[in-house]
């Protein structure tokens, strides 16, 4: 199966104590109600870099020989990898080159630069950056770092499944994120060992199923624009692929907007930070919560190294889908104080607006006529459709309109 063994991973541990967070995993009542099963969450957003890959990273630095940590070392990442080899690199006294995607979050390439590593930016994916990152190891004999497809780093990521299972021995389920494979490897050769008739479930972003197209046999297209980045993955791992296809029961796709709801609901309900990539296995459960139910879920939040205006979109976006954020065009007579009118019924119905749009200049209206784009804030789907009746009822015709692309298209 694998050269990375239960005896690995509690090396692994061994090494990382004291060095890494030994993250808290907690139940949450509030989702487990949502989904119906019982939801129990390991915070690994909570680590100093934001993420899980302080655990290889780590692991991985302090095998190195001294010969090799004065080579320096090289990786490529999307964000998290390159922050956990940056910080534990400096603080071993190693010099680090990390090469990232261009398209990689400005704040993760901060934060990377910020741990004292040099950054170099090179391609569009993380298979394009391993190319550039080979070529240094080739030419300039840094040492790679590679981010899953190696046994220090799987037995590192492992270790997380040694903790979860003995801060919740009752697990039945556990839900992992899956870009290259590492940590789902890692965790299930830890929890298989320790718990043989644990169920391990991996989830990939629905525009790059690197893994679910090598599982299955297909050949779905791996690009796309993804708030998942950091499991935004074309290559499958070589020694992680065969750990995955023996341990892990299914590897399940999550669209993008279960991963913004997902994002969104860590954010709201349980008042913590996750990224997209970090938030997939939360939305697998939110996606199909019957293929959950009763069951004790053990629910990985790998990393919450978010773009904060990324975070602010997807907020909004659920506000808009929840109909919390809604917008209306009003068809009215070009004469003064409607206006006035207007947002005086809005604000007797309880509707906070936000937004108007006063047109004049449409040919399809009559040349005394204008048209009132107007977005709100309102408490639910069953107050927005309130507002609606009631304008409709003062004589206004009313069309609601998409707000989430800016330009204000009827639904």
Known sequence: MSNVSLDDIEAARRTILGHVLETPALPSPRLSVITGAEICIKYENLQPTGSFKERGALNKLASLTEAEKKRGVVAMSAGN????????????????????PEPTP????AATEAHGARVVLHGETVAEAEARALKFAADDGLVLVHPYDDPKIIAGQGTIGLEFLEEDPALDTLVVPVGGGGLISGIAIAAKAMKPEIEIIGVEAALFPSIWNALHGASRPCEGTTIAEGIAVKNVGKLTLPIVKELVSDVVLAEEVWLERAVNTFLTLQKTMAEGAGAAGLAAVLADPERFRGRRVGIVLSGGNIDPRMAASIMVRELERDDRVVGYR???QDRPGTLGTIATLFGTLGANILEVHHRRLFLDMPARGARIDVIVETRDRAHAESIERALAENGYAVQRI????GGFEPV
């Open 106 to 109: 400005f704040v993760k390439i």
């Open 330 to 332: 009003i068809s009215i």
């Open 402 to 405: 998409d707000t989430g692309a």
């Open 81 to 100: 990898h390159a922050q956990a080899v940056a910080y534990h690199a400096t603080r071993l006294g190693i010099a680090s080159t990390i090469v990232m």
